[in-house]
């Protein structure tokens, strides 16, 4: 008997199945879900500047508010840390002392090796075992961890120096850094002080892709490689096949999933949502398809720098920013909003909305202002946005 072919899902059922699991086809499934949960969940959340993580929360949990998790950073319970693909995350403790010795060689030791060269013989055990005694006798910023380094090898590239300790130490970046409506210069201790427990062990790869799947699924073995920046994870895909379901997608390629895993219907509702930039939900897949239009992939971008992403039916359709008092989603401020202590959220749609979708749009506008900047002037505007 010929084996089975397996079911073929294209991409609004592919899209429609990890907005569920994403959190932002339904806002809390059932019971409200914490934002401790929801960051366990999620597997961290990208935290290269303050405000992404607030508005991640914001867009995928019914009552957020952004003290929740600030409050989780002041006690320890999550931290900001640099794991998958060498970018920072906001985490939550456990994951930030095993997910770090996981995605240690997909990021941090793949960025080393570039900076070794410029180390001019230094022994690298050395300079981590000095990088960790100066960061665990006091949380320091990286320039002041940069002099203390030069003060014993006043002849090494600076820059090589304060890289190899960040990429061989787990380092976390300290509070009062990453509170919500605080500021602070970035500075560093090791996982181990912060939490006063030790690192590791990595976790097996087999439990990670259960996990991975649980958050982006049904996905391939390249596109949870493209999350984690591993390589060499069909091993554990092929050790996890008889637990778990296979599919295609539209260009036959092989995609694995958890059995119990939502797969809503393709025409189930997606209201629009509004995303931060780097949202791990459209950085997750070597294949981005099934949020992103081919047309407007580049137009999410500036340069290196991701956009904020407006999404309308699930997919990617334009770009957003705040300006004013609360609004952190952007670069740009508006002086003049700001000073009114009022703040405005503009809308660039790439498509043209119906009279339905241009609503919807302003309500979840409406809504993360309300949360971002509760007691601010709003103003929601669908128009250019000129950076």
């Given at each position: 008997?010929?084996?089975?072919?397996?079911?073929?899902?294209?991409?609004?059922?592919?899209?429609?199945?990890?907005?569920?699991?994403?959190?932002?086809?339904?806002?809390?499934?059932?019971?409200?879900?914490?934002?401790?949960?929801?960051?366990?969940?999620?597997?961290?959340?990208?935290?290269?500047?303050?405000g992404?993580?607030?508005?991640?929360?914001?867009?995928?949990?019914?009552?957020?508010?952004?003290?929740e998790?600030?409050?989780?950073?002041?006690?320890?319970?999550?931290?900001?840390m640099?794991?998958?693909?060498?970018?920072?995350?906001?985490?939550?403790?456990?994951?930030?002392?095993?997910l770090?010795?996981?995605?240690?060689?997909?990021?941090?030791?793949?960025?080393?090796?570039?900076?070794t060269?410029?180390?001019?013989?230094?022994?690298?055990?050395?300079?981590?075992?000095?990088?960790?005694?100066?960061?665990?006798?006091?949380?320091?910023?990286?320039?002041?961890?940069?002099?203390?380094?030069?003060?014993?090898?006043?002849d090494?590239?600076?820059?090589?120096?304060?890289?190899?300790?960040?990429?061989?130490?787990p380092?976390?970046?300290?509070?009062?850094?990453?509170?919500w409506?605080?500021?602070?210069?970035?500075?560093?201790?090791?996982?181990?002080?912060?939490?006063?427990?030790?690192?590791?062990?990595?976790?097996?790869?087999?439990?990670?892709?259960?996990?991975?799947?649980?958050?982006?699924?049904?996905?391939?073995?390249?596109?949870?490689?493209?999350?984690?920046?591993?390589?060499?994870?069909?091993?554990?895909?092929?050790?996890?096949?008889?637990?778990?379901?296979?599919?295609?997608?539209?260009?036959?390629?092989?995609?694995?999933?958890?059995?119990?895993?939502?797969?809503?219907?393709?025409?189930t509702?997606?209201?629009?949502r509004?995303?931060?930039?780097?949202?791990?939900?459209?950085?997750?897949?070597?294949?981005?398809?099934?949020?992103?239009?081919?047309?407007?992939?580049?137009?999410?971008?500036?340069?290196?720098?991701?956009?904020?992403?407006?999404?309308?039916?699930?997919?990617?359709?334009?770009?957003?920013?705040?300006?004013?008092?609360?609004?952190?989603?952007?670069?740009?401020?508006?002086?003049?909003?700001?000073?009114?202590?009022?703040?405005?959220?503009?809308?660039?749609?790439?498509?043209r909305?119906?009279?339905?979708?241009?609503?919807?749009?302003?309500?979840?506008?409406?809504?993360?202002?309300?949360?971002?900047?509760?007691?601010?002037?709003h103003?929601?505007?669908?128009?250019?946005?000129?950076?």
């Amino acid at each position: 008997m010929a084996p089975k072919t397996p079911p073929v899902l294209g991409p609004r059922a592919l899209g429609r199945a990890t907005l569920d699991r994403q959190l932002l086809l339904r806002r809390d499934p059932g019971e409200r879900m914490t934002a401790e949960v929801a960051v366990e969940h999620l597997i961290g959340l990208q935290a290269q500047n303050v405000g992404p993580p607030y508005h991640a929360l914001a867009a995928r949990l019914h009552g957020f508010r952004p003290q929740e998790l600030s409050e989780l950073m002041a006690s320890r319970a999550v931290a900001r840390m640099v794991t998958m693909r060498s970018t920072l995350h906001t985490h939550g403790a456990h994951d930030c002392l095993t997910l770090r010795p996981f995605a240690q060689p997909g990021g941090p030791e793949r960025e080393l090796r570039m900076f070794t060269r410029r180390l001019g013989g230094i022994d690298p055990d050395r300079l981590a075992a000095v990088g960790r005694e100066l960061l665990e006798e006091r949380p320091r910023p990286v320039g002041e961890l940069r002099d203390a380094l030069l003060a014993r090898w006043p002849d090494a590239d600076p820059l090589a120096l304060t890289t190899a300790v960040r990429c061989m130490l787990p380092l976390v970046q300290t509070t009062p850094r990453g509170l919500w409506g605080r500021s602070g210069q970035v500075t560093l201790t090791t996982a181990e002080q912060w939490f006063g427990l030790p690192v590791g062990p990595a976790p097996e790869p087999e439990s990670v892709v259960r996990r991975y799947l649980a958050a982006f699924g049904p996905a391939s073995v390249r596109d949870m490689q493209t999350w984690s920046g591993l390589t060499r994870l069909k091993g554990a895909f092929e050790r996890l096949r008889p637990e778990l379901v296979a599919f295609h997608d539209d260009k036959g390629v092989e995609l694995f999933d958890l059995p119990e895993g939502p797969r809503p219907d393709p025409d189930t509702p997606a209201p629009p949502r509004l995303l931060p930039e780097f949202d791990n939900l459209l950085l997750s897949h070597a294949d981005r398809s099934r949020f992103v239009p081919p047309d407007f992939r580049d137009r999410l971008w500036k340069g290196n720098q991701a956009r904020s992403v407006l999404l309308v039916d699930g997919r990617a359709a334009g770009i957003w920013r705040t300006c004013g008092r609360g609004g952190s989603g952007g670069r740009k401020r508006d002086r003049d909003a700001e000073e009114a202590g009022a703040v405005t959220l503009t809308v660039r749609s790439f498509v043209r909305l119906t009279a339905a979708q241009r609503t919807a749009v302003a309500e979840e506008a409406g809504r993360l202002l309300a949360i971002v900047a509760p007691g601010a002037d709003h103003d929601v505007r669908f128009g250019e946005l000129t950076d």
